[in-house]
Nanobody, 126 residues
Framework: EVQLQASGGGLVQTGGSLKLSCATS????????IGWFRQAPGKEREGVSC????????YYADSFKDRFTISRDNTKSMVYLQMNSLKPEDTAVYYC???????????????????WGKGTLVTVSS
């Protein structure tokens, strides 16, 4: 059974930090680009960041380049998202996914053969 379990969300004040984790199992982790999406209340889901398996090259949507850092541990099949300088507009449910395609200037998506996990809620208070 494929599982992607995001954790690490919570309530944080403006300017604070959180580190999200995504624990995966049930598929060949090394074969997939793993990444994060988020969905804020009343808004469409958007791509945040992803990381390739081979060279660990990372991609970020423009809004997150200077504040978020993605990393992966292939030995543990884990992906992390370090989020700094959080703002109230970062409040959203954050989802990890496997098979992410980062579209520069466009809408990121997950391949049909990819997987979605359940999200973790991040709330940033003003």
């Amino acid at each position: 059974e494929v599982q992607l379990q995001a954790s690490g969300g919570g309530l944080v004040q403006t300017g604070g930090s959180l580190k999200l984790s995504c624990a995966t199992s049930g598929f060949t982790f090394d074969d997939y680009t793993i990444g994060w999406f988020r969905q804020a209340p009343g808004k469409e889901r958007e791509g945040v960041s992803c990381i390739h398996s081979g060279d660990n090259s990372a991609y970020y949507a423009d809004s997150f380049k200077d504040r978020f850092t993605i990393s992966r541990d292939n030995t543990k099949s884990m992906v992390y998202l370090q989020m700094n300088s959080l703002k109230p507009e970062d409040t959203a449910v954050y989802y990890c996914a496997a098979g992410v395609v980062p579209v520069i200037g466009g809408t990121w998506f997950v391949l049909p053969e990819g997987y979605w996990g359940k999200g973790t809620l991040v709330t940033v208070s003003s």
